[in-house]
T-cell receptor, first 114, second 114 residues
């Protein structure tokens, strides 16, 4: 079984709808991250969480919110989806706070907002 | 602030030819450097990373990268391309000043011709 899973893998929604993307991990890591990937821009950080009680905004948090329900679960919500939120979304985890620590990525959720 | 520039959003090589993917970084403090690979419909997988010590780093699948501080570069190479190397490759930087935050380049899509 995969260490980092994301659901759904694909989602089509309409402008104005609220949607939630979910991430679960079995690696036992404290740190979790949400990124979005756009062609030519690489991955950009949306939110990150150091532990269940710690949530931090990343580079592009506007229009998004997150919830860390447990050590293993980190959800990303789009309160009112808009077309420019169409992207590939990745969840990642890491074990420690050291900057040289590897981040482990889920398979991604492809979101299309019409 | 830290940043990463990947020269060439698309690189095409023939099977058996040398692979060279370019990455230049900017960081005000000693960097930690990473190369990730993304195969179609999958998440990112760590290829290799440089933290400290030896500047030539060997990774999985025959890839290696050399940290050159004077050139602020961390180019990825493989002596002989294989069809299975076709993927998108991301260079990323982190540092002690940035906690465990990764900053990604825009990605380079590698195509391998038979």
């Amino acid at each position: 079984d995969a260490d980092v899973t994301q659901t759904p893998r694909n989602r089509i929604t309409k402008t104005g709808k609220r949607i939630m993307l979910e991430c679960s991990q079995t690696k036992g890591h404290d740190r979790m991250y949400w990124y979005r990937q756009d062609p030519g821009l690489g991955l950009r950080l949306i939110y990150y969480s150091f532990d269940v009680k710690d949530i931090n905004k990343g580079e592009i948090s506007d229009g998004y919110s997150v919830s860390r329900q447990a050590q293993a679960k980190f959800s990303l919500s789009l309160e009112s989806a808009i077309p420019n939120q169409t992207a590939l979304y990745f969840c990642a985890t890491s074990d420690l706070s050291r900057p040289q620590e590897t981040q482990y990525f889920g398979p991604g959720t492809r979101l299309l907002v019409l | 602030a830290q940043s990463v520039t990947q020269l060439g959003s698309h690189v095409s090589v023939s099977e058996g030819a040398l692979v060279l993917l370019r990455c230049n970084y900017s960081s005000s403090v000693p960097p930690y450097l990473f190369w990730y690979v993304q195969y179609p419909n999958q998440g990112l997988q760590l290829l290799l990373k440089y933290t400290t010590g030896a500047t030539l780093v060997k990774g999985i699948n025959g890839f290696e990268a050399e940290f050159k501080k004077s050139e602020t570069s961390f180019h990825l190479t493989k002596p002989s391309a294989h069809m299975s190397d076709a993927a998108e490759y991301f260079c990323a930087v982190s540092s002690n000043n940035a906690g465990n935050m990764l900053t990604f380049g825009g990605g380079t899509r590698l195509m391998v011709k038979p």
